[in-house]
């Protein structure tokens, strides 16, 4: 299965890595447009040569107690980036927001799929996708990075998180938008205990059984740091063990900080799933 990512294709036939990509202020210089892009640029040129199939581009952190980012901020922060690395490599751009009118300007400069934490929930965020025609990755969410961690509640997560995601394909379909644009994320860390993250993990073949792709974004979240007690710096380990877990169970795109590694573990995963039985 290939997706068309504004003209370039996002081929889903076998697992892929989606490098992230922060053009915040904490990640790249700050203000000095040019610089920001530049550095931006090269890493995203080091994510392809470790075979990433997609770069992810994002301009307001939604780690937990994230600060919010003005549109204007958000605009100013990602449009010279996308533009940057469009003309210069090949693979999809994916633009991490849920502001309508940052979707409407990273599609402009050349993003080719919309990642939206929020499913498209946002005023004017669903027509915004209606008319930009790319694909969507829609998540789930609990709260909002401001307060999804103070008190995350469910009675059955796996089910409470699938049948947020199906009603959130139904409204776009009705809007307009062709499911088989569609891919789901049942947004590990966003508003889940380690328990709910690790039910979601157990059962993650449920969502995948739902037809759609199925990302998954586990790279250095606080999950791992919480079961291991390590330092962020310390979670590649424990990032690639997450997403084999989530390739095992069908999982087609793995959003990571840790490109390279990330390929490797998901293609010795994918060789095992692959394999004939016998000769
Ligand atoms: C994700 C994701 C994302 N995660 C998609 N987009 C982030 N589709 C940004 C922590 O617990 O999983 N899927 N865009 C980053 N957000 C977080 C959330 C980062 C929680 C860290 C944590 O440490």
């Known amino acids: 299965m290939i997706l068309d990512c504004a003209g370039k294709p996002l081929d889903l036939s076998h697992p892929q890595v989606m490098g992230i990509l922060n053009v915040t202020p904490d990640s790249f210089s700050d203000g000095g447009d040019f610089l920001a892009a530049d550095a931006a640029l090269a890493q995203a040129k080091k994510m392809v040569d470790d075979g990433a199939a997609i770069i992810d581009v994002g301009g307001e952190s939604t780690r937990p107690g994230a600060a919010i980012v003005s549109v204007e901020e958000e605009i100013s922060r990602v449009v010279p980036v996308i533009e940057a690395i469009q003309a210069?490599?090949?693979i999809p751009i994916s633009i991490d927001t849920s502001k309508p009118e940052v979707m409407r300007a990273a599609v402009k400069a050349g993003a080719g799929l919309i990642n939206d934490v929020q499913a498209l929930q946002v005023d004017g965020a669903l027509q915004a996708a209606v008319?930009?025609?790319v694909p969507v990755c829609l998540m789930h969410a609990q709260g909002t990075p401001q307060n999804m961690q103070d008190a995350p509640q469910y009675e059955n997560v796996v089910d409470e998180v699938s049948q947020f995601l199906l009603q959130r394909v139904t409204m776009c379909e009705q809007a307009g938008i062709s499911r088989d644009k569609l891919i789901l994320d049942p947004g590990f860390g966003?508003?889940?205990?380690a328990r709910h993250n690790l039910r979601l993990m157990k059962n993650l073949h449920f969502l995948i059984n739902q037809g759609l792709p199925v990302l998954v974004g586990v790279s250095r979240k606080s999950i791992i740091g919480a079961l291991l007690n390590v330092t962020v710096e310390e979670r590649l380990a424990g990032s690639l063990s997450l997403a084999t877990i989530a390739v095992w169970q069908g999982a087609k795109i793995i959003r990571s900080h840790d490109v390279r590694e990330t390929v490797q573990a998901i293609s010795l995963?994918?060789?095992?799933?692959?394999?004939?039985?016998?000769d």
């Open 131 to 133: 008319e930009l025609d």
């Open 88 to 90: 210069e490599i090949g």
């Open 190 to 193: 966003f508003g889940k205990r």
């Open 269 to 278: 995963c994918n060789h095992v799933m692959q394999v004939e039985d016998f």
